[in-house]
Structure formats: C-alpha cells, structure tokens
C-alpha cells in the first residue's frame, strides 16, 4: 500500500472528476436506486435554507444499509448540488476506486494516525465554500432501530476543528410498503452551527442526542404514515405489481364486468 502523502492527507485523498463522477453516477449509482427502490423520499425539515447557502455543512448520518452512500449521491448530486465528499472505509474505497472521482476519501480507524489524517483532511475541505462532507459516525451499519446511538468522536473532532460550520444530522431508513420494491426515507434533523468558540467535550453528546432525534422521527413518521412533509426526489422503475396495474388491470376490470 502506498504511503500517506502527507500527515494532513488520508492515505487515499479523493480526486474530482466531472467526467468519472458523472460516469459512475449515471451508470451505476442511479440505475441501481431506481431499479432497486419504488420511490426515494425527503423531508428535510427547516434545513431548506441552509442546504442551499454558502456555509459548509458536516453531514452526520445513521449507517443502516448498504445503499446509504448511494443516496447521499442522490441527494447532493442533484437536488442540492454542492462539492461533496464522503468519507469511506479504506479498505472498501481500494477495493472500488472511482468512487474517489465522486469525492470520496478513506478512512481507517484501527490505525489512530491514519484515521488523524482524515479528521485533518476532512476539516480542509470544509474550509471550502458550499462544501458537504458526508460522515457516517457509527463506524459500522446498525439496525436503525437500535438505541443508543454509538458515535464516533472524529464527527465533533472534524467540527471543532474547522469552526463556522453547520453539522447537520440525517437519518436515512428503508420500508416496504403497498409495492414490490421498498422505500428509502430521509430525514434531516436539526442542525448545529458550530463556532471557534465550541469544543469537542460540548459538542459530541449534541450530536449524539440530535442524531437520535431525527432517527426517532423518522421511526414514527413511517409507523403513522405521517409523510405529508416527504417528497419524492426519485422515482424507481415500475414493479411487476405497477405494470400489472397498468398494462392488464383495465383488461381485467372490462372482463369482470
């Protein structure tokens, strides 16, 4: 493995390319989620304004499943469009390398100075302007469900490192409904604006209690079927039951008359 190139650089930086982020996007990330979900959906709560400004954002997201890169793709490739990164487990971002033309970097916790190197990198993107680095800070994927939420320091380490910066936190979930395909849900919570002023020690149990929060209204907004405020941001290819309903319910309403 080659070595880190500097002590302010995971040992895999990420290297933009419009060109390959838009290759992988358009041929791999977004065919999978439509042909993988009936809908994508999004309530980004009071956040609107804040996703659309100047002020760099430190995502911290529930790691539930597989596809939860694949929406922070989604969701900040084409519905708010910023420079976004992501951090990515070393090992993984090796193994599938044009993920880094999307912005993504690694990050490896079982070495401290490597996982340093990140935090540090991590803090330097976000001295950019509309910039978003995505962060998953349960370290590993966990039932949504299950409580409490175990987070990472390196989240509030990244924010009080940069300063003058949002954190906010989103909470993503996976449901079967009345079709073939399930649905992806996410929920932006509420966010923190983090000053020169705050420290790691105020900081971490906010994010923690934040993130736990958004999680726990996700849960119940799916349970109530309280979606009025969720939109859709991507609509799967239709499912067998859809195409029936479609293409052969009108025959068979005609011949049951």
């Known amino acids: 493995m080659p070595p880190s190139p500097s002590k302010n650089q995971p040992r895999l930086p990420a290297q933009p390319n419009r060109l390959g982020a838009w290759l992988v996007y358009r041929a791999l990330i977004r065919p999978a989620l439509r042909k993988t979900f ?54 993984q971002l090796a193994r599938y390398f044009f993920f880094r033309w999307c912005g993504c970097f690694s990050v490896n916790r079982q070495e401290p100075r490597e996982a340093l190197r990140s935090i540090r990198y991590a803090s330097s993107l976000l001295q950019q302007k509309q910039s978003l680095v995505w962060i998953f800070p349960q370290g590993q994927i966990i039932p949504p469900d299950r409580r409490p939420l175990q987070l990472f320091r390196g989240v509030a380490d990244i924010a009080t490192r940069t300063g003058n910066l949002w954190c906010l936190p989103i909470a993503l979930r996976y449901e079967f409904a009345g079709e073939q395909r399930p649905v992806a849900l996410i929920r932006c919570g509420e966010p923190t604006w983090v000053d020169a002023d705050t420290t790691r ?57």
């Open 201 to 257: 020690e105020q900081l971490q149990p906010q994010l923690a209690t934040n993130l736990t929060r958004a999680a726990d209204q996700l849960r119940d907004d799916w349970n109530q079927q309280n979606l009025a405020q969720f939109r859709p941001i991507l609509q799967g290819t239709a499912s067998v039951n859809r195409r029936f309903d479609q293409i052969l319910g009108p025959i068979v309403r005609w011949w049951q008359q």
């Open 38 to 91: 009936d809908q994508v959906l999004l309530n980004v709560g009071s956040t609107a304004d804040i996703l659309r400004n100047r002020e760099p954002i430190l995502a911290y997201v529930t790691h539930t499943s597989w596809w939860d890169g694949h929406l922070a793709f989604e969701l900040f490739r084409t519905v708010y469009p910023r420079h976004h990164y992501l951090m990515m487990e070393e090992a």
